[in-house]
């Protein structure tokens, strides 16, 4: 057996929420299936049945506690059994503290994937009070300490070191998100257009979908905002659930009965679907919506390119790597300098996020056009076989 590498995630199946979580399943899948590696996962949550995968529940002698607190002391639980491993490997601030301990103790590199930063999120002290100072101390004492940082995008490379000055900056390495093209691609099968039908959507009429959690970076609020001007036989596809807080729950609900006092064909979908139920939805979209005004990358656009969506997304963050002229169109934005994300003018991107779907479902055949092209743009560009290969180079470049 080849290398031993520790794999840290707060997100691993069956407990998947977000992009991350994917991120992780996929790449251990990569890693596992080379001869030179010997990979091992240790998650959050209850027992895996997965050979070399370990759950940790949270400690009930932390019950009750700030959940960010809760954190990290499954973080030590998890540090000690990486001791025999060559290297360990953590994802999101959840797990990087469990990584850099047990870096420590087991005396072997540290490498950080970056999905998100904390200075990138402040909205997050809504939900997590004075654990949001607790998760950014956390991420950067991991992230200053790492032997490297793997950056999901360019522009995720750009944040770090703005955020993180006193990281070299050769440690810094760009390694795209990815996609199993197998898994996602076009289903227009009776069955996958019964699907669509049972959750309220017609597909014989043109529809924008958005597919992301209720938080303040997917910018659902300006989506809902924009829909006011679509035309009106377009429908509106929502698959949207776990919200951070019941602040921005409220938001959405108001938009929501707003806009459906003045159109109809509306859907709010907000439990979490299986991926066929999802892939039925997407094949069905004129177009796919991404409004976020923070997204690393987004693996939510690769998922609606491999069922070839033509995407409209915010050009921010890591999104231009991914959406580029001949898929989709990109929504210029302007942002406050202060990590939120927000639009310096909220109105002006309303508004050309609205002109770019108006666009998009008033041209079939060009949306079509661009949903070929990003199919073959993920299946070309973003295999997780080539991203495992990527990433094996960074664990050798470290372990040199």
Request: aromatic content about 6%; some cysteine; overall charge negative.
């Amino acid at each position: 057996m080849g290398m031993r590498i520790d794999v840290l995630s707060k997100e691993y199946p069956p407990e998947i929420y977000g992009g991350a979580g994917v991120h992780v399943a996929e790449l251990v899948r990569a890693l596992r299936a080379r001869d030179d590696v010997d990979a091992r996962v240790h998650a959050f949550g209850g027992p895996r049945d997965e050979p070399d995968t370990t759950g940790y529940a949270d400690l009930p002698q932390l019950a009750g506690a700030n959940a960010a607190v809760s954190t990290l002391g499954v973080d030590l639980a998890m540090a000690g059994d990486c001791v025999g491993s060559d290297l360990v490997h953590s994802h999101t601030w959840y797990a990087n503290l469990g990584g850099h301990l047990a870096s420590l103790l087991a005396g072997v590199p540290h490498v950080v994937t970056a999905h998100s930063l904390e200075p990138l999120r402040p909205w997050k002290a809504e939900q997590l009070g004075g654990g949001y100072a607790v998760s950014s101390w956390a991420e950067r004492t991991a992230y200053e300490a790492a032997a490297a940082v793997i950056a999901v995008s360019a522009g995720m490379r750009a944040d770090i070191l703005k955020s993180y000055p006193a990281l070299d900056p050769a440690r810094v390495h760009v390694v795209h998100n990815g996609i199993d093209s197998q898994l996602w691609q076009r289903d227009d099968t009776a069955g996958a257009l019964e699907t669509v039908r049972r959750h309220g959507v017609d597909p014989d009429r043109p529809s924008v979908v958005f597919v992301g959690r209720i938080t303040r970076q997917k910018g659902l609020p300006y989506l809902l905002k924009a829909a006011r001007a679509l035309p009106p036989e377009v429908q509106l596809v929502l698959c949207a659930g776990a919200p951070d807080t019941p602040e921005i729950l409220r938001e959405v609900e108001g938009l929501m009965d707003e806009l459906r006092r003045t159109r109809d064909g509306v859907v709010w979908v907000a439990e979490m679907l299986p991926r066929a139920e999802v892939v039925a939805l997407l094949s069905a979209a004129t177009v796919f919506a991404c409004p976020s005004v923070y997204e690393p990358l987004g693996i939510v656009n690769l998922e609606a390119m491999a069922c070839e969506a033509p995407v409209v997304a915010t050009a921010t963050g890591g999104i231009p790597e991914v959406v580029v002229d001949e898929t989709g169109w990109l929504v210029p934005i302007e942002q406050v300098d202060d990590g939120s994300g927000t639009p310096v003018d909220p109105d002006r991107f309303v508004a050309e996020l609205a002109s770019a779907l108006t666009e998009a479902v008033s041209d079939l055949d060009r949306a079509r056009a661009f949903g070929r092209a990003g199919r073959r743009r993920a299946v070309e560009h973003f295999s997780w076989g080539s991203i495992g290969d990527q990433t094996l180079a960074v664990y050798q470049s470290v372990l040199a």
